[in-house]
């Protein structure tokens, strides 16, 4: 899994993690550094977000089971709004609820990590501008999205768009599983089989409306069992093969 992190001399890094350990890349991650034989130990370092996005691209309503749940219809496209680099953060960093939201909803999602510039990339190419993926939390501020009648605002918050903790280079489409639990208790499970636009489709269709460029995020949607959260909560995002996303709610 490749990620990113701080060191005993408090110096920002990429490497990737093996076991108990971090090795450091040669060269940048998105260009395909590969691990060196330098190591720190995991518990000696302190993750961050595992890439830096100039934007983070999200797509609304993507899982059959949520569209259900909504009692909405199945989209005839994407759905797509956006969240600021400035929303992201990282695992076990906290999340900061703002004093002028009352509802404060999790949404446990899949992230793609954009490894190239992309425009107008067909279906069939997409795979060739995926670096890899990650665990994501499209938090929320609810009734702010919803009393504006559109998404910015309750999206965009700091510390809104926790990802990590790492990213890996292929996931299996067909068959894994994704879950959020608060505090320990299961509140979001679904399969990654339940998406109604794949990641491929999502890349192609993202990329035909505007330019996406290495490092950039996709989050591709939540599965049914959205909910509310207050200051103290733990919300933990796991999915197959990538691992488990940790951040805590805590009063602004």
């Not at 920002?12 to 590969?34: A, C, Q, R, T, W």
């Not at 989209?75 to 992201?88: D, H, I, R």
């Not at 768009?161 to 959020?180: H, K, W, Y």
């Not at 995020?217 to 691992?243: E, K, Q, R």
């Amino acid at each position: 899994m490749y990620v990113r992190f701080n060191d005993n001399n408090k110096e920002i890094h990429e490497g990737y993690l093996e076991g108990d350990k971090v090795f450091y890349l040669n060269g940048p991650m998105l260009e395909g550094g590969s691990a060196s034989e330098r190591s720190v130990a995991l518990a000696d370092v302190r993750l961050l977000a595992p890439c830096e996005p100039s934007k983070v691209v999200c797509v609304g309503l993507n899982y059959r089971d949520h569209a259900a749940e909504m009692n909405e219809s199945l989209p005839k496209e994407p759905l797509l709004f956006m969240k600021p680099s400035t929303s992201v953060i990282g695992h076990q960093e906290a999340i900061v609820a703002p004093a002028h939201s009352k509802r404060l909803d999790y949404e446990g999602e899949l992230g793609i990590v954009i490894a190239k510039r992309a425009k107008n990339v067909s279906v069939e190419e997409a795979s060739g501008y995926i670096f890899g993926y990650t665990c994501a939390n499209d938090f929320t501020a609810r009734d702010l999205q919803l009393g504006d009648k559109q998404w910015t605002r309750g999206k965009s918050f700091d510390t809104f768009c926790p990802i990590g903790p790492g990213i890996v280079p292929t996931i299996n489409q067909a068959d894994t599983t994704i879950e959020l639990t608060v505090n320990g208790e299961v509140r979001q499970r679904s399969n990654l089989n339940q998406l109604i636009f794949n990641v491929h489709e999502v890349v192609s269709y993202i990329s035909a409306h505007m330019t996406l460029l290495p490092g950039d995020v996709i989050l591709t949607g939540t599965p049914h069992g959205v909910g509310p959260v207050t200051p103290g909560d733990s919300m933990t995002v796991t999915i197959d093969g990538i691992g488990s996303l940790t951040n805590q709610l805590v009063a602004g």
